[in-house]
Structures are given as C-alpha cells and as structure tokens.
C-alpha cells in the first residue's frame, strides 16, 4: 500500500497562465506530467487571505492527493520549481501569490524542524516541515481535505479532519467556488 500524499494549492494572482483557477489546473496538469500520480482532488474554494489581509484578492484552493516514489523533499523540489515557473518570487511571509504549492502531509510521516526559510516550509536540504505546521489552523487546506479524505486523521495529534475543522479559529472566510 502506498502512502496518502497530500497537497495543497493556493492561488490568488494572475500568472501567464491566466486566472488563479488556470494557474491552478495547470499545476495539476504539470504534477501529473512530471509523473506524480494524481488521485484524488478536491473542488476549488474561495477563501479570504489568513492572516487577514484586506489590500490582497481572494484565494482559490483546493487539495489533490498523490502517489510518486519521490522523497519528500525531492517532491518539494518539484513544487518550487513548479510555483517560481508560474511566477512566484518568495519575499515575505503571507505575500500574494500567483502559485503556492504544500505539501500537506507525506502519509504518516512526521519531520520537524527548528528553523525554516523565508515561507517556513524547508531547512536545507533536510525536507519539508511534515504534516505541514499551520495546516490545522487553515480552512482553506480542512474543507478540501474533507472533500477528498473524510477520514483522514493528523499524524501527531490523531484528531480527524472532521475534529480539525471543529476547532479551526473563527473569523476565516471560505465558500466554495
């Protein structure tokens, strides 16, 4: 059996690729043409920028799950490479951006880290933060998680999606697009 690999996808400006929803659909096409197995997504949701950010667009999320042989952080890899092709340039922490690409958790694996980089996402060449550390507090990762693994539970806390979602902080706007 192989591990249920979970990403989560973000966007809320244009690319070349047009609207966050293209940009978005084109990032599933080019995982799955970089030969990661897609097999399982979610619908896209609208969700308001947390932390809160008035002067920035909406996002559009979802979350896919996927099969690949790739290490974690050999699939890290691939996912910067695949948001600074569509224009991402990492300056400060919660900047809009046209691509953001997660991984959301790596089956049951669990990798933390004391430091982090510019997006808190990768120490070195150590890998991903796993589960991802702020996925718990996200509406925008819970609701399309929920959609695509209803049973899913948290490696470290056990708490199912459904238990997650129930204790999510108040105040975050999500509808489904």
Known sequence: ????????????????????????????????????????????YESAPVPAAPDQPWYVNGVIEVATER???????????????????????????PLDLDIIAYGERVAQHMM??????VVGNSGPLLPHPRMQDRAFVLLPLQAIAPHWRHPVSGRSVAELIAALPAGQEIRLL
Do not use: C, H, Y
């Not at 691939?78 to 900047?95: D, F, H, K, M, T």
């Not at 982090?116 to 996402?121: I, L």
């Open 1 to 44: 059996m192989t591990e249920s690999i979970f990403i989560g996808l973000g966007a809320n400006l244009p690319s070349d690729a047009g609207s966050p929803v293209a940009t978005l659909e084109k990032a599933v096409a080019d995982i799955a043409a970089a030969g990661i197995d897609i097999r399982r997504r979610s619908p896209w």
């Open 71 to 97: 290490s974690p952080a050999a699939l890290l890899v691939l996912l910067q490479q695949l948001e600074a092709a569509s224009g991402r340039i990492r300056s400060v922490a919660n900047a809009a951006r």
């Open 116 to 121: 982090g980089d510019v997006a808190g996402d």
